[in-house]
C-alpha cells in the first residue's frame, strides 16, 4: 500500500497570505494524485487532480504541482473561506490511499 | 446535475447488522465507479473499496475486506455498504462518491453512524 505524507500537520496563516501544503508519496504515483478540501461537518470536495488540473468551479488561487513522489498544493492568496482541512489522495495504484491531512487556520 | 444522496443517520448497538444506502442521480449511474470512504470521529479520510455499477467488479482495502460488503442495484441507481455484525470501532461518517477516471470528482453528503451499547 502507498503511503502518503502530508505536512505540516497545521498550517497558521493571516487572510491574504500564501499557504503552501506539500504531499510525499511513499512510491511514485506518477500525476495520479488529487487534493480535496473539508470543512467542518462537510463532505470533501475535488480541488485538483491529475496533480495540477483544477476541478469544475476551483477559484485560480488554487494550485497544484508535482510528479512522482513529491506535490504540492499552493493557495495564492488564503480567503475567510479557504480555512479548512486539505488532503492529498493517490490513485496511481489500489488500493487508493489518502494523506493524513493538513488543517489551514487562521493565524 | 450529479448528485448522491445517502441514507440518514443510524444508532446500532454491537453485533447488529447494518446497510446503508447511496443513490446517484443526474448522470448515466452505471459506467462510473463508486467508493466509499470512512472517517472515524476527529481522524481523516479512508478509502474503503469501489463498485461498478456496470459489471458489479468490485475492489476493497485490505483494511476492510472481510469487513464489509459492498453491492448495487443498477435497476434503482443505488449502491449500499453493509455489515452483518457491528462493532463500536465502526462508529463513523461513510461517504460515497463518483470516481472518474480513478479520481473522486462528486461526494455524497455522508451517512453517521453510531455503534453503542
Known amino acids: 500500500e502507498i503511503v502518503m505524507t502530508q505536512s505540516p500537520v497545521t498550517l497558521s496563516v493571516s487572510p491574504g497570505e500564501r499557504a503552501t501544503l506539500s504531499c510525499r508519496a511513499s512510491?511514485?504515483?506518477?500525476?495520479?494524485l488529487a487534493w480535496f478540501q473539508q470543512k467542518p461537518g462537510q463532505a470533501p470536495r475535488l480541488l485538483i487532480y491529475g496533480a495540477s488540473a483544477r476541478a469544475t468551479g476551483i477559484p485560480a488561487r488554487f494550485s497544484g504541482s508535482g510528479s512522482g513522489t513529491e506535490f504540492t498544493l499552493t493557495i495564492s492568496s488564503l480567503q475567510s473561506e479557504d480555512f479548512a482541512v486539505y488532503y492529498c489522495q493517490q490513485y496511481n495504484k489500489w488500493s487508493y490511499t489518502f494523506g493524513q491531512g493538513t488543517k489551514v487556520e487562521i493565524e | 446535475e450529479v448528485q448522491l444522496v445517502q441514507s440518514g443517520a443510524e444508532v446500532k448497538k454491537p453485533g447488529e447488522s447494518l446497510k446503508i444506502s447511496c443513490q446517484g442521480s443526474g448522470y448515466n449511474f452505471i459506467t462510473y465507479w463508486i467508493a466509499w470512504v470512512r472517517q472515524m470521529p476527529g481522524e481523516g479520510l479512508e478509502w474503503m473499496g469501489i463498485i461498478y455499477p456496470g459489471g458489479s467488479d468490485i475492489r476493497y482495502s485490505p483494511s476492510f475486506q472481510g469487513q464489509v460488503t459492498i453491492s448495487v442495484d443498477k435497476s434503482i441507481t443505488t449502491a449500499y455498504l453493509q455489515w452483518a455484525s457491528l462493532k463500536a470501532s465502526d462508529t463513523a461518517v461513510y461517504y460515497c462518491?463518483?470516481?472518474?477516471?480513478?479520481?473522486?470528482?462528486?461526494w455524497g453528503q455522508g451517512t453517521l453512524v453510531t455503534v453503542s451499547s
Open positions: 462518491a463518483r470516481v472518474v477516471d480513478k479520481c473522486i470528482d462528486h
Open positions: 512510491q511514485s504515483v506518477s500525476s495520479n
